[in-house]
C-alpha cells in the first residue's frame, strides 16, 4: 500500500508526519529519516489494528498535485 505522508518542522525542533488517509496517525522524529522511518511503523500498526479488528484499510486514490504559481503583490 501506498500512502501520502506531509512532513512539516516541528514547533520547538525537529520534524512531524501525518498520513492524512489514516486519522490520527501521526509521529515524529529528530531528522527527516527519522520521522520518516517513524511515520511508517506508526502506519503499518495503524492498518495491522484495522484489520486485527475487521475493520476495513483506507486506500488513498487519485491524489494529484497541482502547482501554483502567485505573483508578489
Same mark, same amino acid.
Request: glycine residues 8%; charged residues 30%; hydrophobic residues 40%.
Given at each position: 500500500?501506498?500512502?501520502?505522508?506531509?512532513?512539516?518542522?516541528?514547533?520547538?525542533?525537529?520534524?512531524?508526519? /501525518?498520513?492524512?488517509? #489514516? %486519522?490520527?496517525?501521526?509521529?515524529? !522524529? *529528530?531528522?527527516?529519516? @527519522? $520521522?520518516?522511518?517513524?511515520? &511508517?511503523?506508526?502506519?503499518?500498526?495503524?492498518?495491522?489494528?484495522? /484489520?486485527?479488528?475487521? #475493520? %476495513?484499510?483506507?486506500?488513498?486514490? !487519485? *491524489?494529484?498535485?497541482? @502547482? $501554483?504559481?502567485?505573483?508578489? &503583490?
Amino acid at each position: 500500500m501506498r500512502y501520502t505522508v506531509i512532513i512539516e518542522s516541528g514547533r520547538e525542533s525537529g520534524y512531524v508526519a /501525518l498520513c492524512p488517509a #489514516l %486519522p490520527g496517525c501521526i509521529s515524529q !522524529g *529528530r531528522t527527516k529519516r @527519522e $520521522v520518516l522511518r517513524n511515520i &511508517r511503523e506508526a502506519i503499518e500498526a495503524y492498518v495491522e489494528s484495522l /484489520l486485527e479488528d475487521g #475493520l %476495513p484499510v483506507p486506500v488513498e486514490r !487519485g *491524489r494529484e498535485m497541482v @502547482e $501554483v504559481e502567485v505573483a508578489a &503583490r
